[in-house]
């Protein structure tokens, strides 16, 4: 019985295609999906829309002195920051791989998409919860409002089309990878577009929040409900942060590539003639769209020698001839020493392995390949 480890890299394009390749070098192709591509366009687009959105909600909150507001303004001025980085991770993830980080720089989205989601806990859930609560002790008495109900009106508009653009990235994300949209949304490989959604759908359910509250204000003319709306805000940030700090830090740990992906490579395998069983299935994602899929294989020696030995037929026959013996047997004889060298050449990989995780103990996982 014969073992190999095959080390594959498999980067999914849009459509999917069946781009494997095995080497003694892991192999990265370099054509970013289009759902990647969606969610790097969302990103862009989030970001000049909330760049406008924070300088008019700051100037409606100096204007009002509303706590609604300054909640609503440090919203945005975290999710222009978050974008900010979440683009930094784009730029940095798509260097090109070194001998230090021979699988690339792809992980990085989730690097910065987790600081992205710290930011928002801290400088948006913190900010506003602190506000609001002050407020509730010494409430601030609220200005013409009428300011405050026109920013929230455009920042509607502006939020909704960067919400959609974030939902059709995520919609693209989950076919492409053939996952459902919820799969997607808490364990799809690519953070950008999610993170967009998620960030201006807490923007779109904070207007309501903060279109509601100060309504109730000026209807009231109690500034309690302003206060209350600050602290709503940030409780909804600081649920959202939440999500989204969880969802890559899984991803950091090392989360299986899409069960369907690893599907297609074992119907691949199990269609592949000269593979006679396969065990120890391992995969990771290694960033966005790139996964590592390992696997003990047992080749059927057999049937590997008469492959590469189809070429030689002609010699064969001749070497026959010129001996005066069957070409049946000299066929028979090389097919069993070749079968016999498939079978011996996995043994020596499993030896070479022990030998490498006995003299490095720390090696836990070792895989050699056959070149």
Same mark, same amino acid.
């Given at each position: $019985?014969?073992?190999?480890? $095959?080390?594959?890299?498999?980067?999914?394009?849009?459509?999917?295609?069946?781009?494997?390749?095995?080497?003694?070098?892991?192999?990265?192709?370099?054509?970013?999906?289009?759902?990647?591509?969606?969610?790097?366009?969302?990103?862009? +687009?989030?970001?000049?829309?909330?760049?406008?959105?924070?300088?008019?909600?700051?100037? %409606?909150?100096?204007?009002?002195?509303?706590?609604?507001?300054?909640?609503?303004?440090?919203?945005?001025?975290?999710?222009?920051? $978050?974008?900010?980085?979440?683009?930094?991770g784009v730029k940095r993830s798509n260097r090109p791989p070194?001998? &230090?980080?021979?699988?690339?720089? !792809?992980?990085?989205?989730?690097? +910065? %998409?987790?600081?992205?989601?710290?930011?928002? @806990?801290?400088?948006?859930?913190?900010? !506003?919860?602190?506000?609001?609560?002050?407020?509730? @002790?010494?409430?601030?008495?609220?200005?013409?409002?009428?300011? %405050?109900?026109?920013?929230?009106?455009?920042?509607?508009?502006?939020?909704?089309?960067?919400?959609?653009?974030?939902? =059709?990235?995520?919609?693209?994300?989950?076919?492409?990878?053939?996952?459902?949209? #919820?799969?997607?949304?808490?364990?799809?490989?690519?953070?950008?577009?999610?993170?967009? =959604?998620?960030? &201006?759908?807490?923007?779109?359910?904070?207007?309501?929040?903060?279109?509601?509250?100060?309504? =109730?204000? #000026?209807?009231?003319?109690?500034?309690? +409900?302003?206060?209350?709306?600050?602290?709503?805000?940030?409780?909804?940030?600081?649920?959202?942060?939440?999500?989204?700090?969880?969802?890559? =830090?899984?991803?950091?740990?090392?989360?299986?590539?899409?069960?369907?992906?690893?599907? &297609?490579?074992?119907?691949?395998?199990?269609?592949?003639?000269?593979?006679?069983?396969?065990?120890?299935?391992?995969?990771?994602?290694?960033?966005?769209?790139? @996964?590592?899929?390992?696997?003990?294989?047992?080749?059927?020696?057999?049937?590997?020698?008469?492959?590469?030995?189809?070429?030689?037929?002609?010699?064969?026959?001749?070497?026959?001839?010129?001996?005066?013996?069957?070409?049946?047997?000299?066929?028979?004889?090389?097919?069993?020493?070749?079968?016999?060298?498939?079978?011996?050449?996995?043994?020596?990989?499993?030896?070479?392995? !022990? %030998?490498?995780?006995?003299?490095?103990?720390?090696?836990? #996982?070792?895989?050699?390949?056959?070149?």
């Amino acid at each position: $019985n014969t073992k190999f480890v $095959n080390d594959v890299v498999i980067k999914s394009t849009s459509p999917p295609s069946s781009t494997t390749q095995t080497t003694d070098q892991p192999v990265i192709v370099n054509i970013e999906s289009q759902a990647l591509k969606d969610s790097t366009r969302a990103v862009n +687009w989030a970001l000049g829309g909330n760049v406008l959105i924070t300088i008019s909600k700051f100037i %409606a909150f100096l204007y009002t002195g509303s706590a609604t507001m300054l909640s609503e303004s440090l919203h945005s001025l975290a999710d222009v920051g $978050n974008q900010t980085l979440l683009l930094i991770g784009v730029k940095r993830s798509n260097r090109p791989p070194t001998p &230090d980080f021979p699988y690339g720089f !792809s992980s990085e989205r989730f690097v +910065w %998409a987790l600081i992205s989601g710290v930011g928002i @806990f801290f400088l948006g859930c913190g900010a !506003s919860m602190y506000h609001g609560i002050h407020n509730l @002790f010494v409430p601030n008495e609220l200005e013409d409002l009428s300011i %405050a109900f026109t920013v929230l009106g455009v920042s509607g508009i502006i939020e909704c089309t960067s919400f959609f653009r974030g939902l =059709m990235a995520v919609r693209t994300g989950a076919k492409e990878f053939q996952m459902s949209f #919820y799969d997607y949304l808490t364990k799809g490989p690519d953070p950008m577009g999610v993170a967009v =959604m998620a960030e &201006d759908g807490a923007a779109l359910f904070g207007l309501v929040i903060a279109g509601g509250c100060l309504g =109730m204000s #000026y209807v009231t003319g109690n500034p309690t +409900w302003d206060a209350v709306g600050s602290i709503l805000i940030g409780t909804l940030l600081g649920s959202i942060a939440t999500f989204l700090i969880r969802r890559n =830090m899984i991803s950091l740990l090392g989360r299986a590539m899409p069960p369907s992906k690893e599907k &297609d490579i074992l119907k691949l395998l199990d269609n592949d003639p000269v593979v006679k069983s396969y065990q120890d299935v391992r995969t990771i994602t290694l960033g966005a769209g790139i @996964f590592r899929f390992t696997a003990d294989v047992e080749f059927d020696g057999a049937k590997v020698a008469k492959k590469y030995l189809e070429p030689f037929k002609p010699e064969v026959e001749k070497f026959s001839k010129e001996n005066n013996v069957q070409p049946e047997e000299v066929e028979k004889l090389l097919v069993g020493y070749g079968s016999s060298l498939v079978n011996g050449l996995g043994g020596e990989i499993d030896r070479i392995e !022990s %030998a490498i995780q006995k003299r490095v103990p720390e090696a836990r #996982y070792v895989d050699l390949e056959q070149r």
